[in-house]
């Protein structure tokens, strides 16, 4: 599994000119080295894959990651670092710029025996962007797991039930059903809160004729789902309806144009003019979606801001919404596998309108 990682990262090192790369963030490490303990770090040349750990981790580590060299340090970390560079040749030793602190960096150029210290920008986020089988199957277990608890909630939703109460029975439930946790803090937001994009629950409890919308996600095997649905509780004005269908219109058009080649800026768009057509362009004030995975949020980006194109393995969102001030917005995500010309949509809970 790792060696083909470990191959692609190799491969970045020489476009980048770089004799090694430093890697301390998890989810990195995790992807390239297989260990899936909270402290690591990695140093990969095109010869050298180590690992350095301590006491807590070593065992786990060297059965984890079984193709690295696992090096328990005691005393200090930069001072083991610095050993592993040295012995290993490297000169030029690339950093993730996004996670080492500015301290570690000053540190680093002070007791490191390099020649230079390269920032690195995504460079392992951007090969984890396009996802093997293995992950894959693994995204369909924590999709799987948030479908169920959502056919679930669904009984539990009625005026009088708070929105804490709602998102503790999905944690509960996704819990039983195998889940770590939460891919983030559990979005219940009913009524005039539903505007909200991102109204984590709070104590408001449901009343009759409002929308409620249910973000929330599992994390199965260090990997996370994402998923998003509004449902109607009585009958929530007309105009709740009217935007539900234009949501689910722009929803379905972009998940049609989410194909191999295309930008995520292009995928966005489509659903963005429909939205927009429509009059609500500005009540769309977010991106369409975002790459899945070990985080919740990562490459690629599907938005104004989305030039990546589109590869086949790619798991994306896609999650369009209108907002209404005081009245409430709807949104609706699923979860996709770039799939040629028509991507493997592995969220499958129902989208039509659910009035409970
Ligand atoms: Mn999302």
Excluded: W
């Excluded at 390099?114 to 996802?131: H, N, Q, S, T």
């Excluded at 924590?142 to 959502?150: K, T, W, Y």
């Excluded at 009958?235 to 295309?262: H, M, N, R, T």
């Amino acid at each position: 599994m790792t060696g083909k990682r470990l191959e692609k990262l190799r491969q970045k090192l020489k476009e980048k000119d770089l004799d090694g790369i430093l890697i301390v963030k998890r989810e990195n490490y995790m992807y390239i080295s297989g260990f899936t303990g909270t402290y690591a770090y990695l140093v990969i040349s095109q010869e050298d894959a180590v690992l350095l750990t301590d006491f807590r981790y070593s065992k786990q580590a060297k059965e984890e990651a079984e193709i690295f060299e696992v090096i328990e340090y005691e005393g200090r970390l930069l001072n083991a670092l610095n050993d592993v560079i040295v012995s290993k040749g490297i000169k030029r030793l690339g950093f993730e710029e996004n996670v080492v602190t500015y301290k570690t960096y000053t540190e680093m150029k002070k007791l490191l025996k390099v020649e230079k210290l390269v920032p690195v920008d995504g460079m392992v986020e951007d090969i984890r962007a396009v996802k093997d089988d293995e992950e894959i199957e693994i995204i369909k277990k924590a999709v799987e797991i948030a479908d169920h608890a959502f056919s679930h909630i669904l009984n539990y939703i009625k005026p009088g039930v708070s929105e804490y109460e709602i998102a503790l029975e999905l944690e509960h439930y996704m819990k039983k059903k195998g889940a770590k946790g939460t891919s983030f803090e559990t979005i219940v937001a009913s009524g005039y809160r539903s505007f909200f994009p991102h109204g984590t629950a709070s104590s408001k409890k449901i009343e009759n004729n409002e929308a409620v919308t249910l973000d929330f996600g599992a994390v199965y095997k260090n990997y996370c789902s994402d998923m998003t649905r509004t449902v109607f509780v009585g009958k929530p004005d007309d105009k709740l309806f009217k935007i539900y269908d234009i949501v689910l219109k722009a929803q379905k058009s972009a998940i049609e144009a989410a194909k191999k080649g295309f930008t995520g800026k292009e995928i966005d768009s489509v659903a963005r003019n429909i939205i927009e057509e429509n009059g609500y362009g500005k009540n769309f004030g977010h991106g369409l979606g975002h790459g899945v995975g070990l985080e919740v949020h990562e490459k690629p980006t599907l938005s104004k801001r989305g030039d990546v194109k589109m590869e086949n393995g790619m798991v994306v969102t896609i999650e369009p919404g209108i907002y209404l001030e005081n009245l409430g917005g709807v949104r609706i995500e699923d979860i996709v596998v770039i799939n040629d010309d028509f991507p493997v949509v592995l969220t499958k809970s129902p989208k039509e309108i659910i009035v409970l």
